[in-house]
């Protein structure tokens, strides 16, 4: 693994658990007053809060956090954010988190001058614990989410607060002094569900509702009243159910002969087609609209928002060609409806007349010699970067072909194939695998486990229901097809090489990564201005280049048809291109010997030789690094998507499904898993994050360095390869463990967590990929610094590991965080 030089960076103070968003503000606007204070209330998600803040700015000290349904006075409203009082404070909050209140300002929400006092030792407070049912409320003995837990309190229990201060409640409860987190108590105790949680009463008449859903949409209807609960049935819009029961926001229903639990909000008395969003805004009409056809490139889509920025939020995605209306444009975005849809797209991907392909997309195959592959470019040229190689007999999509070039898509990428070595047959493999029999998937396509939630799909040592389980696959598992025959699909997963039966196996797994939020962080620069910023640093790579040097750097053998040069002078770069406008690939030093492939006469007048440059890891090139820094290169990937989730959140996975299903035969791993989860609860990291970790920078727990390597006579560990750097990645991860004291496996995965937690996650680099690239930093310094690695892949690299650790998990949410670059 390709390692830059680590500096650990200062611990700042944790973000926000609301949904994380970065906005590039100027200094606090000015305030436009209102005619008269308006009374509004806090909307967020149930159990949620929203962070007041001391100024309009997400980077902004957090002065209190108010809980849904708040009511709050407004004083002034200034570019999405609003001034506000509320519990005898003032502060700002976001606009959008606001509703519209209808019952008229009491004396509560009116301003006071003095805040309320902190209940003191001479007069307490009793209030009641509110957690789920079956859940329980940590007593800790500090005010923060690392104090030790000195009890449990169950729903319902009675507790004196003593004092309350930043979110937190000095309270005593059960002969025990200790701090809880003051949004689980509440001033009345609410009534408890029967003893036997398994028995809810049934209401004495049953209710009829019907689903409420956006078009299109579904209601999930879950095994048990919990987003964690499996998927027992999905319910359309309109669809009329019978409600038996109804608690804490959920509604026990039957539908569809099935009986489950659904959320109430969902529900409604009446059944409508179709329901308005609330308080929309008011806009006006045109008079006359117009019909317009959207026009992206042939494979890909163009996203319809919620509103008229790259910030809103995605309401569907429109393939080529589709037909619009066009109901008013602004500022190069377009509000239109289609498929009964309001949304806003970029108005320069819309056209007046419908484009008509020139060519029907074509199924070929690569024939060529040789089994090494080919190599496919970004562009029609063999100067462009390579995407991919692809093997001989793989199945590609042929969109267009010109001067030698066709234009294809394999592998979910597009680029480009010399025309000559693609065939309308498939040619015959020379191997003994027979291939797919229905001959639509690729040999290397990764596919994914499609079966029951809560079940599993047995991989076999032979193509038969008799040969021997090797593993048992969960849905959503990640799988590499090898080859398929009567039946039983030969894959590569997790590590094995083994038989499914191939009808438990798709290309497009729906929902496969379960319950999940996105938020989006915008940067004050372009993907250009962040493809300079990165190449002025080197980013490496292990893809291969063609790669050119001057002809005066070289002391040629032969003066007709040379085949070797010796390097004269020292400093010489090897580059990318016949050019100096190439990008650097690499140095050679004084008297290297370079095999010549060719030459060509370059631009500058010079003479170029084509060499070979037989370096493992190489400068990148600037269409390279634009691959990896584009998110939308990955969004929509279920698993390269991955190195965009929050890793600052922990999975509360179990140590014995750990041991047995992941780290079982795992070297120095196996049997730690209750080092990783301690690790990720003391220092607020995703374990399940921490162990791919491991496992990829160990070679499964095979490493040198994890194994131990003895430094001035003790014996040290290193589980995360910290501070081995690329001279000698041994002797430099060793000291590191050494000093930071490192002698046993446990202490090495739990302080290298420590390391990662205050260099990065907690420092704001909370998805690798801002592990990798650190766009905060970027932007606001346009210098690329305190980067976890230098190889350009490196968060792609991780998250194929992530996704099938996942796949293990009974149940977990993803939030992810989606970079938003600017555009010009």
Not at 96 to 111: G, I
Not at 231 to 239: E, F, Y
Not at 384 to 393: D, E, L, R
Not at 500 to 506: E, G, N, Q, R
Request: with cysteine.
């Amino acid at each position: 693994m390709k390692k830059s030089v680590i500096i650990p960076g200062l611990c700042f103070a944790a973000l926000s658990t609301i949904a994380f968003e970065k906005t590039v503000l100027a200094a606090e606007p000015p305030s436009v007053l209102t005619s008269q204070n308006v009374v509004k209330s806090v909307n967020v998600d149930a159990g949620s809060t929203l962070n007041v803040r001391s100024k309009p700015s997400t980077n902004a000290s957090i002065i209190m956090k108010l809980v849904k349904g708040t009511n709050v006075t407004v004083l002034s409203e200034s570019k999405g954010w609003s001034k506000i009082q509320a519990n005898g404070k003032t502060g700002y909050v976001s606009s959008k988190y606001l509703a519209a209140n209808t019952r008229k300002p009491s004396s509560v929400s009116k301003p006071t001058t003095n805040p309320p006092k902190k209940p003191s030792s001479a007069k307490t407070v009793t209030k009641y614990v509110e957690v789920d049912a079956g859940s329980s409320l940590n007593m800790r003995n500090k005010a923060a989410t690392n104090g030790t837990i000195i009890a449990k309190l169950a729903k319902g229990a009675k507790v004196t607060v003593i004092s309350e201060s930043k979110g937190w409640s000095k309270i005593q409860a059960n002969g025990k002094t200790g701090y809880v987190s003051s949004k689980f108590l509440a001033d009345k105790k609410v009534q408890s569900k029967p003893k036997n949680p398994s028995k809810e009463k049934t209401p004495a008449k049953t209710l009829t509702k019907y689903v409420d859903v956006d078009t299109g949409s579904t209601l999930n209807m879950r095994s048990k009243a919990s987003t964690s609960g499996a998927i027992v049935a999905k319910l359309k819009k309109g669809t009329k159910v019978t409600v038996q029961s109804e608690a804490n926001g959920w509604s026990k229903i039957t539908a569809s002969g099935k009986t489950g639990y659904v959320s109430s909000k969902y529900l409604t008395d009446k059944n409508t087609q179709s329901k308005p969003t609330k308080n929309p805004p008011k806009q006006t009409t045109p008079t006359k609209t117009v019909t317009k056809y959207v026009e992206v490139d042939a494979g890909s889509t163009l996203n319809m928002r919620n509103k008229a920025s790259t910030s809103g939020a995605i309401v569907a995605k429109l393939k080529k060609g589709i037909e619009v209306t066009v109901l008013s444009e602004s500022n190069g975005w377009s509000k239109i409806t289609v498929n009964g849809k309001t949304g806003y797209v970029s108005s320069q991907y819309l056209v007046t007349s419908k484009q008509t392909e020139t060519t029907t997309p074509k199924t070929k195959y690569v024939n060529i010699a040789s089994v090494s592959g080919i190599s496919m470019y970004a562009s029609p040229s063999t100067n462009a970067s390579v995407i991919v190689n692809i093997g001989k007999g793989v199945a590609v999509l042929v969109y267009s072909e010109s001067n030698g070039w066709s234009k294809i898509k394999v592998y979910d990428q597009i680029g480009y194939v010399k025309s000559e070595l693609l065939s309308a047959t498939k040619p015959i493999s020379n191997n003994n695998d027979q291939g797919n029999q229905n001959g639509d998937v690729a040999t290397g396509t990764i596919m994914y486990v499609n079966v029951d939630a809560g079940t599993n799909l047995n991989m076999r040592s032979s193509a038969s229901t008799t040969g021997t389980i090797i593993a048992k696959l969960t849905r959503g598992t990640a799988v590499t097809f090898l080859s398929e025959s009567n039946g039983w699909a030969k894959i590569t997963a997790n590590g094995k090489i083994g038989f499914v039966s191939a009808k438990f196996l798709t290309t497009d797994l729906q929902n496969a990564n379960k319950d999940s939020k996105t938020t989006y962080s915008e940067y004050n620069l372009t993907l250009d201005e962040m493809v300079k910023i990165q190449m002025a640093v080197n980013p490496q790579t292990d893809n291969k280049y063609r790669t050119y040097i001057r002809g005066d750097a070289l002391k040629l053998n032969s003066s007709s048809k040379p085949t070797v040069g010796v390097v004269q002078g020292s400093g010489w770069n090897v580059r990318g291109g016949a050019g100096t406008n190439f990008w650097s690939v690499g140095q050679v030093s004084k008297g290297t010997s370079l095999t010549i492939l060719s030459s060509v006469k370059g631009s500058d007048g010079y003479t170029w030789y084509e060499v070979k440059y037989n370096k493992t890891w190489v400068n990148a090139s600037p269409d390279d690094i634009k691959y990896y820094l584009d998110p939308s290169n990955f969004v929509n990937d279920p698993i390269k998507s991955l190195q965009f989730i929050n890793l600052s959140k922990t999975t509360n996975v179990q140590a014995a499904e750990v041991n047995d299903r992941i780290l079982a035969g795992k070297g120095i791993l196996s049997g730690k898993a209750s080092a990783f989860i301690t690790a990720g609860n003391t220092y607020g990291i995703n374990e399940l994050y921490l162990i791919s970790h491991a496992l990829l920078e160990t070679g499964n727990g095979k490493s040198t360095l994890a194994n131990g390597v003895k430094v001035n006579g003790k014996t040290v560990y290193n589980m995360y390869g910290i501070g081995a750097f690329d001279s000698d990645p041994v002797k430099a991860g060793a000291n590191f463990a050494y000093n930071a004291g490192w002698f046993t496996p446990e202490q090495a995965i739990i302080g290298g967590a420590e390391f990662i937690a205050k260099g990065y996650i907690n420092a704001g680099q909370n998805t690798l990929y801002k592990m990798r690239w650190n766009p905060d930093a970027a932007s606001s310094s346009r210098k690329a610094t305190h980067q976890y690695a230098t190889d350009i892949g490196w968060a792609v690299k991780q998250i194929a590991q992530i996704h099938n650790l996942y796949s293990l998990v009974s149940s977990y949410s993803l939030i992810f965080d989606i970079p938003v670059y600017r555009i010009l």
